[in-house]
């Protein structure tokens, strides 16, 4: 399985990359925290690690650490605009359950 992105996510991540005038992609990792126990990480990226499995999807890399790897397995990356709010959405097919504030889930 991969990680990929829609082409909302790729057309935001191909925009800020211009605007910050370097960077290689996206780092997309998870970290222990919450009340479900993971939540996600999301940076760009300005180099590869020697550890990081990359995916390209539609011209933009995504890089993941390995830990993180089986947690994000299939995930999709999503930009999505919500009336004044706007931000990257997870798609993830591992998800069983998420907490009430939306801030972390569980696997």
């Known amino acids: 399985m991969a990680v990929t992105l829609t082409e909302a996510a790729a057309r935001h991540v191909t925009r800020y990359l211009g605007k910050r005038g370097k960077g290689v992609g996206v780092r997309l990792g998870v970290k222990t925290t919450g009340c479900s126990g993971l939540a996600y990480k999301l940076e760009y990226a300005d180099d590869v690690a020697p550890e990081d499995v990359i995916f390209e999807d539609q011209g933009i890399k995504v890089l993941v650490d390995p830990k993180s790897l089986p947690y994000i ?20 097919p591992n998800e069983r359950d998420r907490c009430g504030c939306g801030e972390s889930f569980r696997i």
């Open 73 to 92: 397995e299939g995930t999709q990356l999503d930009f999505v605009r919500e009336g004044l709010n706007e931000g990257f959405r997870f798609n993830n």
